[in-house]
């Protein structure tokens, strides 16, 4: 069956990094877009990143943008998203996706916290 299995997640210090990945399994995820999400309580679910199927294409949050990069490989089925300079407002449960027009699959989601 389709599956997105995330991990890397964890509590981390403020200016530290994280590294999460996302691997796929059960489709062909070379001809997927995929992207993070993440959310807080009390907040919707936000875009994070976003890469086309060969990695030439990439989009990222404003607030997130010299921070956070996004890269797949498509050999290894898994995406990951380096984020540096981490902040307390970068906590929240990332979720990885994957989207084939209107076919979409989604990880169970890792945590990530930004505390001192």
């Known amino acids: 069956q389709v599956q997105l299995v995330e991990s890397g997640g964890g509590l981390v210090q403020p200016g530290g990094s994280l590294r999460l990945s996302c691997a796929g399994s059960g489709f062909t995820f070379s001809r997927y877009a995929m992207s993070w999400y993440r959310q807080t309580p009390g907040k919707e679910r936000e875009l994070v990143a976003g890469?086309?199927?060969?990695?030439?294409?990439?989009n990222y949050a404003d607030s997130v943008k010299g921070r956070f990069t996004l890269f797949r490989d498509n050999v290894k089925n898994t995406a990951y998203l380096q984020m540096i300079s981490l902040k307390p407002d970068d906590t929240g449960v990332y979720y990885c996706?994957?989207?084939?027009?209107?076919?979409?699959?989604w990880g169970q989601g890792t945590q990530v916290t930004v505390s001192s």
């Open positions: 890469i086309g199927t060969f990695g030439d294409r990439t």
């Open positions: 996706n994957a989207r084939n027009g209107l076919d979409t699959h």
